[in-house]
């Protein structure tokens, strides 16, 4: 699916939102240890 797809399907979202969740999840990936800190 494209940029342009996703735009025409959800009409509140820009070009940037999805680049920032793509970068997100970009770095997501590269994280090697997740720590539950809670409770």
Same mark, same amino acid.
């Given at each position: 699916?494209? #940029?342009?797809? #996703?735009?025409?399907?959800y009409?509140?979202?820009?070009?940037?939102? #999805?680049?920032?969740?793509?970068?997100?999840?970009?770095?997501?990936?590269?994280?090697?240890s997740?720590?539950? #800190?809670?409770?």
């Open positions: 699916m494209s #940029i342009e797809e #996703i735009l025409a399907d009409d509140d979202l820009e070009r940037d939102d #999805i680049l920032a969740a793509l970068l997100f999840a970009t770095r997501l990936t590269q994280v090697k997740i720590y539950n #800190i809670g409770r």
